[in-house]
Each structure stands twice: as structure tokens, then as C-alpha cells.
């Protein structure tokens, strides 16, 4: 290769990164070597923080520091203890907070069940979630993974594990996006819209 080691190395770094091809990592790469020094040093202090200084909730599993073993969506008193959003990533907690129509607390999977990449309910935070729901008086469980497959079968087998436990539990509702054109929707989302649809 053409280009010295350190340049190739930040190259390959960049391309690990999810939605980064090898022509956005090259043109990153070349960024930072031409920006002031500040600019990649403030980049590797904050990445060295983020990995340092975040740890998970000890109860949701969301995103908190080491100072704070529980978040503040779980410690803030404004939220409604009998609602708990189950979600299979962080950035999924983000999302529907920005929304500011939830007031009840969340429980991070991190992740979803997948037998063809061998990820068991083991290897989720299913556990948890099923002591959290009587321990806490939950009274229902908002299953809000992901309208895929892995998402669908995660839901369905949290929604049999919980069954037991005599709470309500309810699925995100899925259908046509606002603003969108019928004519343009897929058949899956047709059929979801159908399926899902309420009275007026």
C-alpha cells in the first residue's frame, strides 16, 4: 500500500464502524490529518471517556456513568413505576424519548434473540426483565423490539415468558408511516396496517 502505516491503520479503524465504506473511512482519515491537532485529540480523549466513563444501569441496562449506578430515567420520580418500554438497544431508549409522549421507565435487552448467530435468551437481559416485573409492580410491559424477525420472535417469546405473571403486556403498533402514499407501501406493511387498525 502506498500509504504510510499510521494513515492505513486510522483507514481500517474507520471502515470497522458501521455505514463507513472504505472511501468515507479514507476521507476521514485524511481529515484528521489535516485539522488542527485539538480536533483529533479532542476525538481519541472522547472516545478513551466513553469507553472509561459509561457503564450500564444496574437496573434498566441503559446507558450511565460510574458515579450513578442507576440512570436517571430510573431514579426520576416523574416516571410512571407500572409502565416499563422493553427495547433492544439504548439508541432505541433515545428514540422514544425524543418523542415526549412516554412517561413509564425502560429495559434494555441489548440485543434480540437470533438462533442462527447463537444468541439465546442467556444472552440477553430477559432474566432480569422477569424479576424486575413483580419486584417493581409493574403492571405493563410495553414490547417495543424492532417489527423484524428476530424483533417479532424476541417479542412473542418475552410475551410467553411474562404470561405467568399476570401483566398486561402490549406490542408497539406498526402500519403506514405519516405522510406516506398507500400506492408506495410494501405488502407486509399493508397487511400490518390492516391487521392493526382502530375504530374512529
Given at each position: 500500500?502506498?500509504?504510510?502505516?499510521?494513515?492505513?491503520?486510522?483507514?481500517?479503524?474507520?471502515?470497522?464502524?458501521?455505514?463507513?465504506?472504505?472511501?468515507?473511512a479514507a476521507?476521514?482519515?485524511?481529515?484528521?490529518?489535516?485539522?488542527?491537532?485539538?480536533?483529533?485529540?479532542?476525538?481519541?480523549?472522547?472516545?478513551?471517556?466513553?469507553?472509561?466513563?459509561?457503564?450500564?444501569?444496574?437496573?434498566?441496562?441503559?446507558?450511565?456513568?460510574?458515579d450513578?449506578?442507576?440512570?436517571?430515567?430510573?431514579?426520576?420520580?416523574?416516571?410512571?413505576?407500572?409502565?416499563?418500554?422493553?427495547?433492544?438497544?439504548?439508541?432505541?431508549?433515545?428514540?422514544?424519548?425524543?418523542?415526549?409522549?412516554?412517561?413509564?421507565?425502560?429495559?434494555?435487552?441489548?440485543?434480540?434473540?437470533?438462533?442462527?448467530?447463537?444468541v439465546?435468551?442467556?444472552?440477553?437481559?430477559?432474566?432480569?426483565?422477569?424479576?424486575?416485573?413483580?419486584?417493581?409492580?409493574?403492571?405493563?410491559?410495553?414490547?417495543?423490539?424492532?417489527?423484524?424477525?428476530?424483533?417479532?420472535?424476541?417479542?412473542?417469546?418475552l410475551?410467553?415468558?411474562?404470561?405467568?405473571?399476570?401483566?398486561?403486556?402490549?406490542?408497539?403498533?406498526?402500519?403506514?408511516?405519516?405522510g406516506?402514499?398507500?400506492?408506495?407501501?410494501?405488502?407486509?406493511?399493508?397487511l400490518?396496517?390492516?391487521?392493526?387498525?382502530?375504530?374512529?
Open positions: 500500500m502506498l500509504l504510510p502505516a499510521p494513515v492505513q491503520d486510522v483507514i481500517h479503524a474507520f471502515e470497522r464502524l458501521p455505514g463507513i465504506g472504505p472511501k468515507s476521507r476521514l482519515a485524511f481529515y484528521l490529518l489535516q485539522a488542527p491537532e485539538e480536533v483529533s485529540l479532542q476525538l481519541a480523549e472522547a472516545l478513551q471517556a466513553l469507553k472509561q466513563e459509561i457503564v450500564f444501569c444496574r437496573r434498566c441496562f441503559n446507558l450511565t456513568t460510574p450513578q449506578p442507576e440512570c436517571r430515567i430510573c431514579t426520576s420520580s416523574d416516571r410512571d413505576p407500572r409502565l416499563l418500554c422493553v427495547v433492544e438497544e439504548p439508541m432505541d431508549v433515545l428514540a422514544l424519548e425524543r418523542t415526549g409522549g412516554y412517561r413509564g421507565r425502560y429495559h434494555v435487552l441489548h440485543g434480540v434473540l437470533s438462533p442462527i448467530e447463537g439465546g435468551p442467556e444472552d440477553l437481559k430477559i432474566a432480569a426483565l422477569l424479576e424486575r416485573v413483580p419486584a417493581e409492580g409493574v403492571e405493563e410491559v410495553i414490547l417495543a423490539t424492532n417489527p423484524s424477525m428476530e424483533g417479532d420472535a424476541t417479542a412473542l417469546y410475551r410467553q415468558q411474562l404470561a405467568p405473571l399476570g401483566v398486561r403486556t402490549t406490542r408497539l403498533a406498526r402500519g403506514l408511516p405519516m406516506s402514499d398507500l400506492e408506495y407501501a410494501d405488502q407486509n406493511t399493508l400490518r396496517a390492516l391487521a392493526g387498525r382502530q375504530p374512529m
